[in-house]
């Protein structure tokens, strides 16, 4: 079965600074999708970045890229110019058949 | 543009009750999916409709139905709520499932 890591339960970082926050996956299929989500304390999961494995190139979306390593099972996703309103939760999501698969979460933290 | 909408926004029942959910989908997307978040975890997939039929399930038990309109809107029923279910319940749309999906704020559920 499918499974999905995230291993920095907060990360915290200094406004306007880079942060990568990290996440592994487990899956025997070859081709699929992988997604980072944030959750802001209105609850609403805002999809922040979508990565087709079948892709070399890493996604970006403005200050928001990945580093995809499909070998190593590895999505992080970095966050470059921090700011104050990228402070929530964030998700990993691995999407098999249906279904989203998710990571236990990360919060980041921004320090003005 | 109406995005993922969900009623009621919070909810208290007590044990042994039911509840219904509601969920109406971004306007052009015809998938909706159903997600349990527990709080400090990750989401739960429960189950996904399109054209009306429950087209995957996720591990929960039959106490958990859902229904598809054909206006492709949707509902969550619990049967004989425990108190585990309490959690926040997350609608998301779809037009397909090849692009990422659209989430709407939830619906907190308590059971006392």
């Known amino acids: 079965a499918q499974t999905v890591t995230q291993s920095q339960p907060e990360m915290s970082v200094q406004e306007a600074e880079t942060v990568t926050l990290s996440c592994t996956y487990d899956?025997?299929?070859?081709?699929?999708?992988l997604f980072w989500y944030k959750q802001p304390p209105s609850r609403q999961m805002i999809l922040v970045i979508r990565?087709?494995?079948?892709k070399q190139q890493n996604a970006t979306e403005n200050r928001f890229s990945v580093n995809f390593q499909k070998a190593a099972k590895s999505f992080s996703l970095k966050i470059s110019d921090s700011q104050l309103g990228d402070a929530a939760m964030y998700f990993c999501?691995?999407?098999?058949?249906?279904?989203?698969?998710w990571g236990a979460g990360t919060k980041l933290i921004i320090k003005p | 543009d109406a995005g993922v909408t969900q009623s009621p926004t919070h909810l208290i029942k007590t044990r042994g009750q039911q509840v219904t959910l509601r969920c109406s989908p971004k306007?052009?997307?015809?998938?909706v999916s159903w997600y349990q978040q527990a709080l400090g975890q990750g989401p739960q997939f429960i189950f996904q409709?399109?054209?009306?039929?429950?087209?995957q399930r996720g591990n929960f038990p039959d106490r958990f139905s859902g229904h598809q309109f054909p206006n492709y809107s949707s509902e969550l029923n619990v049967n004989a709520l425990l108190l585990g279910d309490s959690a926040l319940y997350l609608c998301?749309?779809?037009?397909?499932?090849?692009?990422?999906?659209?989430f709407g704020s939830g619906t907190r559920l308590t059971v006392v």
């Open positions: 998301a749309s779809s037009r397909g499932t090849v692009y990422g999906y659209t």
């Open positions: 999501a691995y999407r098999s058949n249906y279904q989203l698969i």
């Open positions: 409709y399109y054209e009306e039929e429950e087209r």
């Open positions: 899956t025997s299929e070859s081709d699929y999708y």
């Open positions: 306007s052009g997307h015809d998938t």
């Open positions: 990565q087709e494995a079948y």
